[in-house]
């Protein structure tokens, strides 16, 4: 979904020169792409304001300006929040095709249990940020907890 929403380079990129600043053909090998590619993209942000550039020596050091640091933040958390949505996605795919509507007997305990922690592998260290993005993550996780207690059979609230 990331790359469906924002173009992948520019907005790693910026995301790299959060780290603090640095030099294009690292930015490039950081991002995994080529030096040319990394020098477009940082003149296009130089236009904009999103970086500054300053020659020492032979080497031309990046790094963002306060524009690009806000810019950097709301990447960030927009990053975040994509990952707990693709991790929705996917829990939901596992939880209709895996467990719910399926006899007890029928659900393939141990393959759902690593699919629910390949996920929870995904937003573990989201949940731990106090932000939108950690609230949400949090509250995924409480999602996963419900499916591993239904493909586990175990009745919750009855009694």
């Given amino acids: ?16 020169l959060r780290r603090g600043e640095t030099y294009p053909s690292l930015v490039a090998k950081e991002v995994g792409t080529t030096f040319a590619h990394a020098f477009n993209v940082l003149s296009r942000l130089e236009e904009m304001g999103v970086v500054t ?18 810019l950097a933040t709301l990447l960030e ?13 996917e829990l939901e795919r596992v939880y209709s095709k ?31 940020r106090e932000d939108e993005v950690g609230r949400r993550a949090r509250k995924f996780q409480e999602r996963v907890e419900e499916v591993e207690r239904e493909a586990r059979g175990i009745v919750v609230g009855e009694g």
Avoid: C, H, N
């Avoid at 929403?5 to 907005?11: N, W």
């Avoid at 300053?54 to 690009?68: C, F």
């Avoid at 958390?77 to 996605?89: F, T």
């Fill in 98 to 128: 895996e467990v719910k509507s399926k006899l007890r007997e029928e659900v393939k305990v141990e393959e759902v249990m690593k699919k629910l922690e390949e996920l929870r592998g995904k937003v573990k260290a989201l949940a731990e």
């Fill in 1 to 16: 979904m990331w790359k469906f929403l924002v173009q992948e380079k520019p907005a790693d990129i910026v995301l790299v």
């Fill in 77 to 89: 958390k927009l990053r975040g929040l994509v990952v707990v949505m693709d991790a929705y996605v």
């Fill in 53 to 70: 550039s300053e020659e020492r020596g032979r080497i031309r050091w990046v790094k963002l300006t306060e524009r690009g640091e806000e």
